[in-house]
Each structure stands twice: as structure tokens, then as C-alpha cells.
């Protein structure tokens, strides 16, 4: 929580920045996510994110987003439970895992078309992600976390831009995303667990969300 804070605190300064000094008025907004990815420990990820688009010309604009996004998965496995007294006796436990991922993304789109009240666009971008798990055994208690995962990895974005939302100073926007997250390093303090994100990630993913446009 603290993470998505600091995040939201730069997107909101960098947003007042452009609005000051850029020529043109940057716009702000917060977006809801889905994901489809073949990881089969990542599932299908959800979440919500924050974007801060700066206009440079008249057809390109830069884009800054935060993401955070999250799954759960309930599978029975046979695992020592720690309540019998029976060393090495083991039982089914059922075991609650949410995966979490956490992304910040810098890119440009470019404006393809254009009508009155509508408008589409095509870019893309690199991405920083953070991606980690715990898992949870309802039985017996036991708790594991597994070491997060740094990846990079580049985007590719498609978006749709709806003006017209009753002279409200507001603008909805609808998106389609693939990213490409590429096998990066972990960290493991002592005692955890290995991750299980090492390997590249490829995710397809949809948006919608609510922005706000500055001198609108």
C-alpha cells in the first residue's frame, strides 16, 4: 500500500508539472485490468492501475502507468499439516496462493484516427515489474512466501479514447495491451522460499477506466 502511494504521488506531480509547464495539458486517470497469460502459477491476473499521459505533439503524447494487479488460486496438496504428533505423517491440506504484481511502465502513443467524439491509438513502451506469491494452508496454518521476481519486458498498446460523457470534464478510455516480461533475477533472504516467476511471462490483457483531461 505504501508502494502504491509513493507511485500515485509522482504520477499527481509529474501530471502538475506538464500542466504548468507543458504547452499542451497532459491528462490523468485510473483504469481497471485484466490479464490472460499460459503461466500456469501467474494464472489470470486483475487489478487496477494509474496513468499519467503528457501530449508532446499534436498526434503523440508520453505515457507513465502503475499498475498492480492480483490472483488466487485454492489447490489441495499433501504436505506435512503440523498437527499430528506423528513425525513425517502427512495429510491433504487445502492451500490458499495469491500472486501479486506490481509494474510501472513508461512509453508514447501515437493518435492513428480521429472523429468527434472518438479517437484511436497505437504505441508502446518498457516496463519494470515486481512479481511475487504467498501461499497459505488452511489446515494447518502454515504460511510461505516465495522471493519476488524483477523482470523487464517491453508493451504493446492499443487504445480508444471516448470524448463524450454529457460536457462532463471527463473521458473514458477502453485499451488492449501484450506484454513480453523477460527471465530476470530474484532476490532470496535467507529462508524464503525460491521463486517461481524466473522464467518470461507473456500477457494479453484488456483496460477501462475514467481520465481526466487538464484544460478541457
Aim: proline residues 3%; hydrophobic residues 40%; contains cysteine.
Amino acid at each position: 500500500m505504501q508502494r502504491l502511494i509513493v507511485y500515485l504521488q509522482i504520477i499527481l506531480i509529474l501530471a502538475l508539472v506538464g500542466a504548468v509547464a507543458a504547452p499542451r495539458s497532459p491528462e490523468i486517470g485510473a483504469i481497471g485490468l485484466k490479464d490472460w497469460t499460459k503461466d500456469e502459477d501467474l494464472r489470470h491476473p486483475y487489478g487496477i492501475g494509474f496513468y499519467l499521459f503528457q501530449p508532446v505533439s499534436d498526434k503523440v503524447k508520453l505515457t507513465f502507468e502503475y499498475d498492480y494487479l492480483t490472483s488466487k488460486t485454492r489447490d489441495w496438496v499433501y504436505q506435512y499439516s503440523g498437527h499430528s504428533q506423528l513425525s513425517g505423517c502427512s495429510a491433504m491440506e487445502e492451500v490458499v496462493r495469491r500472486n501479486r504484481v506490481s509494474l510501472f511502465q513508461f512509453g508514447f502513443r501515437h493518435l492513428v484516427a480521429r472523429s468527434r467524439t472518438t479517437s484511436l491509438d497505437f504505441g508502446g513502451g518498457v516496463c519494470f515489474a515486481n512479481v511475487g506469491a504467498g501461499e497459505h494452508s488452511r489446515q494447518s496454518g502454515v504460511h510461505r512466501d516465495f522471493a519476488n521476481a524483477y523482470k523487464m519486458g517491453l508493451v504493446i498498446d492499443v487504445g480508444l479514447l471516448v470524448t463524450e460523457l454529457k460536457d462532463l470534464p471527463l473521458v473514458m478510455r477502453f485499451g488492449f495491451r501484450h506484454r513480453f516480461l523477460s527471465g530476470c533475477g530474484s532476490a532470496r533472504p535467507c529462508g524464503w522460499a525460491s521463486s517461481t516467476f524466473d522464467d518470461p511471462i507473456t500477457t494479453t490483457g484488456l483496460s477501462w477506466g475514467l481520465g481526466y483531461q487538464f484544460g478541457r
